[in-house]
Every structure is written in C-alpha cells, then in structure tokens.
C-alpha cells in the first residue's frame, strides 16, 4: 500500500466537514441521531447512510413511475416524481456547497422529500386529504413510508427535513439543510413543470409574461441558474433566504402556473378521473382489509391503513388495480 494513502473513513470525514463547512452547517458528528440507536458505520457518515438506505428503498424506486404534472403521460421526456427528486437533489447540493452547508444531509433530505407523494400528483393528494379526518400529507406521508411502512431508522435531522420542506409548515426546518429542500423543490418544479408544459403544447413561450423572462431569461436551465443565485444573495450566514426582486419574480411564476397548467380547464377531466380512481381504491381496500400487504396492516382505523396504500401506489397500478376490481 502506498505510504501516502490516506483512508477517509468515517471520523476522517466528520472531521473534515469541521474544516472545510460553515460553522452554520450541521455537522454529522454532531447529529441528534436516530430513534433506534444502532452501531455507527465504519466509513460512512451517519447522513451518507441516510441517503444510502433511501436511494435503496422501494418507496423511493417507485417514484419513477408517479406523476408530477401530466398523469400517466404516453411521452418518454415528461417529468415524473424520480426525475424532480434528482432535479432537486442536484440543485440543493449546489446551494449548500455553495454556502457551505452539509451537502449530504441536503442530499438525504432532498432524495426523500417526496416518497410519500400519492399517485395523480397533487389530485390524488387532494383527494386523499378530503377522505381522512384530519387531512393528508404527503410529506407527513413519506415519514410514515420512511419510519414504518418501510422502517430506514433515519437520523432525526432528515426525517425532520422531509417532513417540513414545504412551504406551509411555519415552523422551519431544524437544521438550516432542510430550508436548501425548501427552496431547491420550489425552484426544480417551476423550472422543468414549464417546459413540460411548452413539450406537452399547453404552453408556448410567448405566453410567458415578458417580466419572467426578462428577469430569469429563456425557460431551463437559465431560470434555475438565476432562481438558485437568488438564494446566494438573499442568505446571510445561517439564515437561508431569497433576494426579494427573485422572489417576488418566483411568487408570480408561480401562481402563472396555476393558472395555466396546474388548475387549467382543459385538465378538469383527468383530474375527475384521477379523482374517481384514488376514491374508489381507497373504499376497495377499507372494506378489504385482508387484501392489504402486509406491512399496510398497522394497529390503527381501516381507512388510515387502505389510504396508505392507495398512497404509495404509482399511477399505473393504481390504474391497474382499479380496472381489476371495477
């Protein structure tokens, strides 16, 4: 062996997060740990395991077949729930290099943020909020698919950032790397939902208001360079923010989309199809119980049980399964 090789095992890289990260960063060595305390790995960090064990999750392989946008396109380039959590993933280790943050926690957070996303994107979501007492989650939803219905035993710094990257939780994320999910989902799903709306024909160019484009530039890669900048320039130490002339650019993207391609008229259909599936799945299985996996059959009301299920399905076999038993 050569003399000067060096094994980077797993105190070498705590202590080198110590050298080369912001104070502000949270450091692996100094992680709050897991619910379950287990024996500390050898080279890898307790994040790098994290992001490890959910890459290698079955929750997480099935986001290739669920939707972001478009419901079970017939296209290969639309994007689905597998490639936005790269697009995310990507984003947020730039930002968090960037400033200096712990990119492997950024990247945990980030690869898990959306496993509990239901089939039909945000129609199934709706839908399943509508027929549970106390409403759904999907981000709540992927710290039950990551905890019980497929138990990683994740450090408490991931599990929180998943389940308060989005917007709607007032209480921000403990550790600042959950806050990089925050806005990295929000920049990737405004930037790749656009062009999936111009490759889908909803959408032209042209119908862009010019200040968007004007601010950010042409649709792509352009806008995820000038809305991640925005971050650079609106975070000051540990505090993770936006420049307010981006944000308010990103706000009005925002609510552009919704009016034109989320909420389009021209959508009402699919999602009243969707809508129609995921409701007569969930009363299929509720009334059903013995046909749930058993990893579904948890110690609590039949319908909590059926509507995870119908949660972790991907739009082709909750489509499957619907004609099956319809």
Not at 203 to 221: F, Q
Not at 249 to 265: P, Q, T, W
Request: proline residues 4%; contains cysteine; charged residues 25%.
């Amino acid at each position: 062996m050569n003399d000067s090789f060096i094994l980077r095992d797993r105190k070498w890289r705590e202590q080198n997060e110590r050298v080369t990260l912001s104070s502000y960063a949270t450091f692996s060595g100094d992680s709050l740990g897991r619910n379950q305390e287990e024996p500390q790995d050898t080279f890898r960090t307790c994040f790098e395991r994290d992001r490890d064990r959910i890459i290698h999750s079955k929750t997480f392989r099935r986001l290739k077949h669920k939707t972001q946008v478009f419901i079970n396109p017939d296209g290969d380039h639309f994007i689905t729930r597998m490639t936005h959590t790269l697009n995310v993933t990507q984003i947020g280790r730039s930002i968090a290099k960037t400033l200096g943050f712990n990119p492997d926690l950024t990247e945990a957070i980030c690869l898990g943020h959306d496993v509990g996303h239901s089939p039909f994107g945000h129609t199934g979501e709706d839908v399943l909020n509508e027929m549970l007492d106390g409403g759904w989650s999907h981000s709540e939803n992927s710290v039950k698919m990551l905890s019980i219905i497929e138990p990683l035993n994740l450090t408490k710094e991931t599990i929180d950032g998943i389940k308060k990257h989005p917007w709607r939780y007032e209480e921000p994320p403990f550790a600042p790397e959950g806050m990089i999910c925050r806005f990295s989902d929000r920049i990737a799903y405004l930037s790749h939902d656009v062009e999936d709306a111009i490759r889908a024909g909803v959408l032209t160019e042209k119908d862009i208001p010019r200040k968007i484009i004007s601010s950010l530039g042409p649709p792509g890669k352009a806008w995820i360079n000038s809305l991640i900048s925005g971050v650079f320039k609106g975070s000051n130490g540990g505090d993770l923010g936006m420049d307010q002339e981006i944000l308010d650019i990103m706000n009005e993207l925002r609510e552009f989309m919704f009016e034109n391609v989320y909420l389009r008229k021209e959508s009402m259909q699919q999602r009243s199809d969707a809508k129609k599936i995921v409701e007569v799945l969930v009363e299929y299985f509720k009334n059903n119980p013995d046909k749930l996996p058993s990893s579904y059959s948890q110690e609590q009301s039949e319908i909590q049980n059926s509507v995870d299920y119908v949660a972790g399905m991907t739009d082709r076999f909750a489509i499957s399964t619907y004609n099956s038993i319809h």
